[in-house]
């Protein structure tokens, strides 16, 4: 397999590889960016690096960054995951959260 650097920082793991071990294995580097939803930082000799993103990571990041281009909307989403973070819930039971739902007993 490929010979990888793996960097640590703030509660974040990058694996970063050169771009000629990028190439070499490719397929098996996809594969593991993929399953990981994790970048890859590939570096390349006199030229910028660049990062191997699953599309589906891209597409949220993407939607997430749109969403808190307008000021107000960000201070919004914010407040909303801060209120969510803060809460302390108990484990509920399928009938005591059916009941709270307002919903009716499961049809047999």
């Given at each position: 397999?490929?010979?990888?650097?793996?960097?640590?920082?703030?509660?974040?793991?990058?694996?970063?590889?050169?771009?000629?071990?990028?190439?070499?294995?490719?397929?098996?580097?996809?594969?593991?960016?993929?399953?990981?939803?994790?970048?890859?930082?590939?570096?390349?000799?006199?030229?910028?690096?660049?990062?191997?993103?699953?599309?589906?990571?891209?597409?949220?990041?993407?939607?997430?960054?749109?969403?808190?281009?307008?000021?107000?909307?960000?201070?919004?989403?914010?407040?909303?995951?801060?209120?969510?973070?803060?809460?302390?819930?108990?484990?509920?039971?399928?009938e005591?959260?059916r009941?709270?739902?307002?919903?009716?007993?499961?049809?047999?």
């Amino acid at each position: 397999m490929y010979v990888k650097a793996v960097h640590i920082t703030e509660n974040q793991v990058t694996t970063v590889t050169t771009y000629t071990q990028a190439r070499a294995e490719l397929a098996a580097l996809c594969d593991e960016v993929a399953s990981t939803r994790e970048p890859v930082i590939i570096r390349r000799r006199n030229a910028e690096d660049v990062a191997l993103v699953s599309a589906d990571e891209l597409a949220s990041l993407l939607e997430t960054a749109h969403l808190l281009r307008s000021p107000k909307n960000a201070q919004r989403l914010l407040a909303a995951i801060n209120r969510a973070q803060s809460r302390v819930l108990s484990p509920s039971s399928v009938e005591e959260l059916r009941r709270e739902l307002g919903l009716g007993e499961k049809e047999k």
